[in-house]
């Protein structure tokens, strides 16, 4: 069956390491970089798991400068805004960077689909090419808005990361993908929707924050939904799901960014206010999840 089954790309979502003063520690998030790749996951994305929106423009240039470094060994994509403002003054320092793949955040309020429709023509005829744009709650652009701005060049894919009840009865995710089609859409919702992202409605890619912690066993669970062995990839599922759990529970940036430094990958720091460290009484929950976690992707 090589070569007949559709190319999913696995997109690692990754947090940033930061030192005490709030500096990025590039050595650190790039020994994470390296671990991922090591364990066969070439595609990185750092935006929302980074926590970019919180970041300073000078703490964004020193994460543009490590993406560089990193995008010598495959390919980067960077987040950016969420705000039109803050994505104009970032504009430059990514011409300068040569990144090509850009994710727009996702802005909350103020905000309106005609507003934000015309936010990402805006910096997509700065930054001369279309943008990925993060969709995260339900109508957030509409899709007659999305296909004006996929035939005007202004967006090049859409990843989808709203949050249902049944990730497989979506309305607005059916519409969505008849306006970018299959091929242009990516998973933004990570192991909890990847069998239906995946198996079910064929996105050509997936973005994934365990992938910090197990890329192989990640890339394994893709590897088996392309031939349709539904039943081991539930079984790798298992423990990844325990995690994720405690991630929606405790706050899936959080726990991601400390998982990581409990499991000796690299080192992380401290977060990026406005969030703030696990707390000790829900760690155990944290560390237990993660030492699951990495038993199993051992055996």
Same mark, same amino acid.
């Given at each position: 069956?090589?070569?007949?089954?559709?190319?999913?790309?696995?997109?690692?979502?990754?947090?940033?390491?930061?030192?005490?003063?709030?500096?990025?520690?590039?050595?650190?998030?790039?020994?994470?970089?390296?671990?991922?790749?090591?364990?066969?996951?070439?595609?990185?994305?750092?935006?929302?798991?980074?926590?970019?929106?919180?970041?300073?423009?000078?703490?964004?240039?020193?994460?543009?400068?490590?993406?560089?470094?990193?995008?010598?060994?495959?390919?980067?994509?960077?987040?950016?805004?969420?705000?039109?403002?803050?994505?104009?003054?970032?504009?430059?320092?990514?011409?300068?960077?040569?990144?090509?793949?850009?994710?727009?955040?996702?802005?909350?309020?103020?905000?309106?689909?005609?507003?934000?429709?015309?936010?990402?023509?805006?910096?997509?005829?700065?930054?001369?090419?279309?943008?990925?744009?993060?969709?995260?709650?339900?109508?957030?652009?509409?899709?007659?808005?999305?296909?004006?701005?996929?035939?005007?060049?202004?967006?090049?894919?859409?990843?989808?990361?709203?949050?249902?009840?049944?990730?497989?009865?979506?309305?607005?995710?059916?519409?969505?993908?008849?306006?970018?089609?299959?091929?242009?859409?990516?998973?933004?919702?990570?192991?909890?929707?990847?069998?239906?992202?995946?198996?079910?409605?064929?996105?050509?890619?997936?973005?994934?924050?365990?992938?910090?912690? %197990?890329?192989?066993?990640? !890339? &394994?669970?893709? #590897? $088996?939904?392309?031939?349709?062995?539904? *039943?081991? +990839? @539930?079984?790798?599922?298992?423990?990844?799901?325990?995690?994720?759990?405690?991630?929606?529970?405790?706050?899936?940036?959080?726990?991601?960014?400390?998982?990581?430094?409990?499991?000796?990958?690299?080192?992380?720091?401290?977060?990026?206010?406005?969030?703030?460290? %696990?707390?000790?009484?829900? !760690? &155990?929950?944290? #560390? $237990?999840?993660?030492?699951?976690?990495? *038993?199993? +992707? @051992?055996?």
């Amino acid at each position: 069956m090589a070569g007949t089954e559709p190319v999913v790309r696995l997109v690692a979502d990754l947090p940033v390491a930061l030192n005490d003063n709030l500096s990025v520690n590039a050595s650190e998030t790039l020994r994470l970089a390296a671990h991922v790749r090591a364990g066969g996951v070439p595609e990185l994305l750092f935006s929302g798991n980074a926590n970019l929106s919180a970041f300073s423009l000078a703490q964004f240039e020193t994460v543009l400068d490590l993406a560089g470094e990193a995008a010598r060994y495959g390919p980067v994509t960077i987040g950016i805004g969420p705000e039109l403002g803050r994505m104009l003054d970032q504009a430059p320092l990514i011409e300068r960077s040569g990144l090509k793949d850009v994710l727009v955040l996702p802005i909350h309020a103020p905000a309106d689909t005609h507003g934000t429709a015309d936010g990402i023509r805006h910096i997509a005829d700065r930054l001369g090419r279309g943008v990925i744009v993060d969709l995260i709650r339900d109508n957030h652009l509409r899709p007659v808005t999305l296909r004006k701005l996929l035939d005007e060049g202004s967006i090049v894919a859409a990843r989808y990361s709203v949050q249902m009840p049944n990730p497989g009865d979506d309305g607005y995710l059916d519409r969505v993908i008849e306006v970018m089609t299959r091929e242009r859409m990516i998973g933004g919702l990570g192991e909890a929707a990847i069998l239906d992202h995946l198996a079910v409605r064929r996105f050509g890619a997936i973005t994934s924050g365990a992938a910090a912690l %197990v890329p192989a066993r990640i !890339r &394994a669970v893709v #590897e $088996a939904i392309a031939i349709s062995d539904m *039943a081991l +990839a @539930r079984r790798l599922l298992t423990p990844v799901l325990e995690l994720e759990r405690v991630r929606a529970m405790l706050g899936p940036i959080q726990v991601l960014h400390d998982a990581v430094t409990h499991a000796g990958i690299a080192a992380m720091g401290r977060q990026m206010p406005m969030l703030s460290p %696990v707390k000790v009484k829900y !760690r &155990a929950d944290m #560390e $237990a999840g993660v030492e699951a976690l990495l *038993a199993s +992707a @051992r055996a």
